[in-house]
């Protein structure tokens, strides 16, 4: 017989998601430049492979290489909310009365930028206590 | 004693309107589908169709399927009529995850509204006293943000695009499309870009496009091709009248406006009728 799937609670899932609070990486260093823009620069990941065979050619230790990232206005403001103790929820609506939009269009861009920031690894979320 | 009646609003999207408290907001979700949230939890969600079932039996058939497949079988059905002159109810529940969804057939227009509650203490009586699927006139009215306004039936929801601080719905009829746009915040549009260039980069108009009205807070373009230009932009399937009006709306900070392409010069009747039906709301 075949087993019928149920799926998850949409609603549940979101609500759980905004609680998670966003936290910087350590390993990425940041400032704030003309205008409030937040310039970001963070160690790009090196394979073992290529690691090992630059050793070999260098007698100093292999430093490995920084890339940097200039947010523009928005994303420097983001940037600068995340702060460890407000969830995504909170930035949201901070966000959101900033720039005047309503909720749900704050939300699309705020998880959009996040999205953005945890694939360069320059964030993570953490699970509320 | 009576209560008082908390301030509400009408959303309205593609043939239905709903009124709703007003700390709710309307995420469009598919052409007939809307999520509504409150404080960022959804609460409750809409899924219609419109003559697809002429009867009820006919109606829950299709939903079954539906149902089915998204949720598994569900374990009751069960008809829930009382008092209810304005659609006939069927409620869907599934004991493994204590949720219900209901079935809102109306007998006029032979709509089929999908309601999904997310809280548990909903009441479908309030629901399908607040819903309105089928209007009186020839006209279908559209509210889905802090905007709203009025088309002809006859022009069909092709498109739509919801990002941050721009709001694009298109619609479809035979040869000519409407593309009504909100912008917001205003100003922040409007510190490196004038009214006039930003309805150039809307209407994709040239400068040499005529421009018909200008002021501080209002724009008004038209591009008016010769019968070569004409030719040669009908072999490549574009339309080759375009209209675009684009104003400032200073009280909620918004820029509201809406570009027309057609294959002939759009008549004025309409493009008043679409100005003056297009308004803000102030959140």
């Known amino acids: ?129 | 004693m009576e209560r008082p009646t908390p301030p509400s609003k009408t959303i309205a999207w593609n043939g239905l309107e709903y009124t709703v408290p007003i700390t709710w907001e309307a995420v469009v979700t598919g052409k007939r589908q809307l999520l509504f949230e409150d404080d960022l939890e959804p609460v409750l969600e809409l899924k219609w169709n419109k003559r697809h079932a002429p009867t009820l039996e006919q109606a829950h058939d299709r939903v079954i399927k539906q149902l089915s497949r998204e949720f598994g079988q569900p374990d009751s059905i069960n008809n829930i009529n009382k008092n209810n002159k304005q659609y006939q109810t069927l409620q869907f529940s599934w004991r493994e995850s204590s949720f219900s969804v209901f079935l809102l057939f109306c007998p006029v227009c032979h709509a089929s509204i999908l309601v999904r509650p997310y809280v548990l203490s909903t009441d479908i009586q309030e629901i399908s006293a607040s819903l309105h699927c089928h209007g009186m006139d020839q006209t279908t009215r559209w509210a889905v943000q802090d905007f709203s306004f009025s088309l002809p039936t006859s022009w069909l929801l092709d498109s739509y695009s919801f990002s941050m601080g721009f709001t694009r719905i298109s619609f479809k009829q035979h040869n000519s499309s409407i593309h009504l746009c909100r912008m917001l915040p205003a100003s922040a549009h409007l510190q490196n870009d004038s009214i006039t260039s930003l309805l150039r980069k809307l209407t994709g108009c040239s400068e040499s496009s005529l421009q018909l009205n200008h002021c501080e807070e209002f724009v008004e373009l038209q591009n008016c091709p010769s019968i070569v230009s004409q030719l040669r932009l009908r072999m490549k399937r574009k339309k080759p009248f375009v209209y675009g009006r684009l104003w400032l709306h200073k009280a909620s900070d918004k820029l509201l406006g809406f570009t027309i392409e057609d294959i002939k010069p759009p008549s004025l009747p309409m493009i008043e009728q679409i100005y003056n039906s297009h308004e803000a709301t102030i959140r």
């Not at chain 1, 087993?3 to 609670?9: A, C, E, H, L, M």
């Not at chain 1, 966000?95 to 005047?100: G, K, L, Q, V």
């Open chain 1, 1 to 129: 017989m075949k087993r019928q799937s149920v799926k998850p609670d949409p609603g549940h899932a979101k609500s759980e998601a905004l609680q998670y609070i966003p936290v910087r990486n350590e390993i990425a260093s940041w400032q704030l430049k003309e205008n409030n823009i937040v310039l970001i620069e963070y160690p790009l990941p090196l394979k073992p492979l290529f690691k090992s065979i630059l050793q070999r050619f260098n007698k100093r230790p292999v430093v490995n290489p920084t890339k940097k990232l200039q947010l523009d206005t928005m994303g420097s403001q983001v940037w600068q909310l995340i702060d460890g103790k407000r969830d995504t929820k909170t930035i949201i609506k901070t966000f959101a009365s900033y720039h005047s939009v309503s909720l749900h269009e704050a939300e699309q861009s705020v998880t959009a930028f996040f999205r953005e920031l945890g694939k360069r690894g320059l964030i993570s979320l953490e699970k509320p206590l």
